[in-house]
């Protein structure tokens, strides 16, 4: 079954960094455009980046553009959000996703808080 895994979430200091992955199975990971959405305590979750199949193009929400990077490896089947500069305000639950046969798919989830 479709399969979408994220890992590297944690406890980071303002200004520190971060990286996590996203592992895609039971689909052909090389053919479908690649999502990182966030949700804030109390807020709507909300569209942090994108990357197409192919890695060629990205797109970010204006708040984290400069800071953070999306990248992919189809071979490795996994999807990278690089987090610079962190914010106390970047601090959510992370989700990886993907459109895959028709549905929206989603992982558990990595949370991500940003504090001193």
């Known amino acids: 079954q479709v399969q979408l895994v994220e890992s590297g979430g944690g406890l980071v200091q303002p200004g520190g960094s971060l990286r996590l992955s996203c592992v895609g199975s039971?689909?052909?990971?090389?053919?479908?455009?690649m999502n990182w959405y966030r949700q804030a305590p109390g807020k709507e979750r909300e569209l942090v980046a994108g990357?197409?199949?192919?890695?060629?193009?990205?797109n970010f929400v204006d708040s984290v553009k400069g800071r953070f990077t999306i990248s992919r490896d189809n071979a490795k089947k996994t999807v990278y959000l690089q987090m610079d500069s962190l914010k106390p305000e970047d601090t959510a639950v992370y989700y990886c996703?993907?459109?895959?046969?028709?549905?929206?798919?989603w992982g558990q989830g990595t949370l991500v808080t940003v504090s001193s």
């Open positions: 996703n993907a459109r895959v046969y028709y549905r929206e798919r």
């Open positions: 990357i197409t199949d192919g890695g060629v193009s990205t």
């Open positions: 039971g689909f052909t990971f090389s053919n479908h455009p």
